[in-house]
C-alpha cells in the first residue's frame, strides 16, 4: 500500500480510537484528564491463530482455580518465599502483612480476583516462520493491577474500520468480540453483591500520576451499567492514610463511605509506598472486612518466584487433580529455574553466563522495564555467585517470539511498517474463599505488541500497542 494512502488511514484510525474511547492521558500532564490523546495501538490487528489463542483461553479457568489455591496453601508460599523475603524488602513488606492478618484471622474469607495471564507465541529460537508450528507459552500471571481490559475492549471497531479504509478484506468471524472491560467490572459488581451493603462502594486505590486513567474509567462505567447502584470512588494510598477509619467490626470507610471493595491499581511496585504510613494504610486494607482485589496473599501467589515453584515436577498437580486441567497448564509452561545457592541454579548460572541469550533474568517486580537480557545476563550473575542476594531472582529460558510486521501508532512517533511481536493476555475472574468458588470465568482478550529489536523498556522503548487477532 503506498505511504500517503497509509498515512490518511492511520489518521483515520486515530480519530476512530479517540471517538470509542481508547485514550490516554499525556505524558506533559500525567496528573490531568485536561489534554487527552489516542492510547498507542496498532493500525491493523495481528495474526494470531484461533488455535493458540483458544488454547490460551480454555486454560484460563485452571490457572485462576490453581492460582486462588496456590495463594490458600501456606506452606507453598512459605517453603516457595522464604529465600527472598530475606533479601527482597519489598516481597518482605508484604509477607509481614499476610503474617499478621492470618495471626490475627481474616476478617473476609473471600478474595477477588482480576487476572491476566501473559503469552508469547515461541518459536523456539528457529527461523522456520510456519504460524501452524509455533507453541503458546507463558510469560507471567498477573494477580495485582491487570490493566488495559478498559481500552482493548474498545479496538475492534477501530481495526474494523482500519481493514475496511485499507480495503483490507476480512472475515468478521475472525475478529470476535472481546469486552474484557466488562468481564473485569463483571467481576468488581459480584464482589460488591457479595459484600452485601448497597449504599458500600468499591474504592479503586490509583496513582496520582497516571497515564492510563482512561483504561480504569471503563471499569467504572461498565461497572454502573451492569448495576447502577454499583458506585465507584477513587484515591491513593497517600490520601487513604489520612481519610481511613476502620472501625471495630473492621469495617473500612472512607470519609464516611462503607468500602465493600477495593480494587488495587497501585500497589504492585515498591515505588507506589512513599513511606511506612503507606505500608501501615495497606496493612490497614488488609485487615478490614472490605473484599480486596488483590488479597495480599494473592499478591505473593502471583510472584515471578511461585510461577517458578510452579514449574517443578508435581506442584501444579498439587493444586489441580483433573490431569486434563494439570497438562493444559503444563502446555504452556518453559524452563524456570530457582537461584537460591545449593539448587539447580548453581549449574544453571554457568550456562547462562555461556549463553546468555538464551535466558531472561526476574525479580520479583511488576510493571515491565524490570528484568535482565543478554549481556547483562552474565555481569549480573559473575557479580552475585557468593551473595545470597540471587535467591531474589528466577531465571526462565527465553521464548523467541513469532515476528509479523504491523504499524505501531503512537503519539509521537513516526508511522512506519514494522516487524513487531505480539504477546497474548487472557483476562479471568475469580470470587472466592479458600473452600467455596462463587465464580470463575475467562472474560477476553488482549494482544500487545511491541518492536522485534526492544526486550521491553530501558533503552528502546517498548510500545505498548493493542489490538485483536485476524487469524488467516
Ligand atoms: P512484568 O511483571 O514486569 O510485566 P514480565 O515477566 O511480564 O514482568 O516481563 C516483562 C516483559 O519481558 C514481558 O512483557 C516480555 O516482553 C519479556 N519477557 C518476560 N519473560 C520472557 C521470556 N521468558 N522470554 C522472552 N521475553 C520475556
Ligand atoms: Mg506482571
Ligand atoms: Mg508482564
Known sequence: ??????????????????????????????????????????????????????????????????MHRVAHDHDFLYQSLKNVIKVDEFTKHLWDIYEAVKKEGPAQTKCLGLFRNDYMMDTGGTTNTNMDNLKLKQIEFNTIASSFGGLV????????????????????????????????AGGLVIGWESYGKQSAYVLFIVDKVERNRMDQLWLEKEAFNINRHCKVIYSTFQDI??????????????????????????????????????????????????????????????????????????????????????????????????????????????????EPRKFVVKPQREGGGNNLYDEQIPDFLKENRDSDERSAYIIMERIFPFVQKNYLIKKGEELLLRN?????????????????????????????????????????????????????
Open 153 to 184: 475492549s474498545q479496538l475492534r471497531d477501530v481495526h474494523r474500520y482500519s481493514l475496511s479504509e485499507a480495503d483490507i478484506e476480512f472475515k468478521e468471524d475472525n475478529m470476535p468480540d472481546n469486552n474484557p472491560a466488562n468481564g473485569l
Open 241 to 354: 492514610g489520612t481519610n481511613s477509619v476502620l472501625n471495630d467490626s473492621k469495617e473500612l470507610f472512607i470519609e464516611g463511605k462503607e468500602i465493600a471493595v477495593v480494587y488495587f491499581r497501585s500497589g504492585y511496585s515498591p515505588d507506589q509506598y512513599k513511606s511506612q504510613q503507606d505500608w501501615d494504610t495497606r496493612l490497614k486494607i488488609e485487615r478490614s472486612k472490605a473484599i480486596k482485589c488483590p488479597t495480599v496473599h494473592y499478591q505473593l501467589a502471583g510472584t515471578k518466584k511461585i510461577q517458578q515453584e510452579l514449574a517443578r515436577p508435581g506442584a501444579v498437580e498439587r493444586f489441580l487433580s483433573d490431569p486434563v486441567a494439570v497438562d493444559r497448564v503444563r502446555q504452556t509452561f518453559i524452563g524456570q529455574y530457582s537461584l537460591d545457592k545449593g539448587s539447580e541454579g548453581d549449574e544453571v548460572i554457568e550456562r547462562a553466563i555461556k
Open 1 to 66: 500500500m503506498d505511504v500517503m494512502k497509509i498515512k490518511e488511514v492511520a489518521e483515520r484510525a486515530k480519530e476512530m480510537a479517540l471517538l470509542s474511547g481508547l485514550q490516554m492521558r499525556p505524558a506533559e500532564s500525567p496528573s490531568s484528564s485536561d489534554l487527552i490523546h489516542h492510547g498507542p495501538f496498532t493500525l491493523f490487528p495481528s495474526k494470531i491463530p484461533s488455535k493458540l489463542l483458544s488454547q490460551a483461553k480454555e486454560a484460563q479457568k485452571d490457572f485462576n482455580l490453581m
Open 420 to 472: 513487531v511481536v505480539n504477546e497474548i493476555g487472557i483476562y479471568g475472574v475469580l470470587l472466592g474463599s479458600e473452600s467455596d468458588i462463587l465464580e470463575n470465568k475467562e472474560i477476553g482478550h488482549l494482544v500487545r505488541t511491541k518492536s522485534e529489536d526492544s526486550n521491553e523498556g530501558g533503552v528502546v522503548i517498548y510500545v505498548r500497542a493493542l489490538f485483536d487477532y485476524n487469524p488467516e
